[in-house]
């Protein structure tokens, strides 16, 4: 499964962007799907998960209402909305696959290249 993220860019401190992360899986429905964060100097972290059925799994309370994480099976795509965005959301965005249940920084069969999202005070 190759993953494919863009959207990233610079964006004024209270912005928004939309990331994108294409799948070539042909079985794209069956797979939970996954995006995370690295900053300078920090460890990879969870942002938020969408299950195979939908269900949404936040892995950071701090983004919950910024943040919207969605699917479209016609497009073999997930997004994450970005909203009302911070410095401290400076960081490369990644995004991830798992069958059965949602990727973890420790649990992923699949990666996608990142895209790199930079937030100016």
């Known amino acids: 499964v190759q993953l494919q993220a863009s959207g990233g860019g610079l964006v004024q401190t209270g912005g928004s962007l939309r990331l994108s992360c294409a799948s070539s899986?042909?079985?794209?429905?069956?797979?939970?799907m996954g995006w995370f964060r690295q900053a300078p100097g920090k460890e990879r972290e969870g942002v938020q998960c969408v299950s195979s059925k939908g269900g949404i799994t936040y892995f950071a309370a701090a983004e919950k209402g910024r943040f919207t994480i969605s699917r479209d099976a016609d497009k073999n795509t997930v997004y994450l909305q970005m909203n009302s965005l911070k410095p401290e959301d400076t960081a490369v965005y990644y995004c991830?696959?798992?069958?059965?249940?949602?990727?973890?920084?420790?649990?992923?069969?699949?990666w996608g290249r990142g895209t790199q999202v930079t937030v100016s005070s």
């Open positions: 991830a696959a798992e069958l059965n249940f949602c990727p973890t920084v420790r649990r992923t069969s699949y």
């Open positions: 899986a042909r079985t794209f429905s069956t797979y939970s």
